[in-house]
Nanobody, 126 residues
Framework: QVQLVESGGGLVQAGGSLRLSCAASGRTFNRYDMAWFRQAPGKEREFVAAISRSGGNTDYAGAVKGRFTSSRDNAKNTVNMQMNSLKPEDPAVYYC???????????????????WGQGTQVTVSS
């Protein structure tokens, strides 16, 4: 089992940057594929980014590709997401998720992930 705690959210002006972090408990962090999802008020939770167990493979939603970069440090049990050029459409609660048996073609689906953090709010002012 793994527990996830996100941090780093906040208020930023459009065009600015934020760095989200997700700290995981447990000694088997490198056995989990990790992902970021976000949910804006009144909207479905949506995929943002996925990162493989080694950190060698990443994938991004089209809306954030080229602006967001996810990385992980298995020695520190952390996964990060650098968010640059934030836009007015980016505000949401951002969630970190861990999956022990993520099927590669379904890594965009929230249902592939067993464990979730509590979320961190990102707000962008225009």
């Amino acid at each position: 089992q793994v527990q996830l705690v996100e941090s780093g959210g906040g208020l930023v002006q459009a065009g600015g940057s934020l760095r989200l972090s997700c700290a995981a408990s447990g000694r088997t962090f490198n056995r989990y594929d990790m992902a970021w999802f976000r949910q804006a008020p009144g909207k479905e939770r949506e995929f943002v980014a996925a990162i493989s167990r080694s950190g060698g493979n990443t994938d991004y939603a089209g809306a954030v590709k080229g602006r967001f970069t996810s990385s992980r440090d298995n020695a520190k049990n952390t996964v990060n997401m650098q968010m640059n050029s934030l836009k007015p459409e980016d505000p949401a609660v951002y969630y970190c998720a861990a999956g022990s048996a993520v099927y590669p073609s379904r890594r965009y689906s929230q249902y592939e992930y067993n464990y979730w953090g509590q979320g961190t709010q990102v707000t962008v002012s225009s």
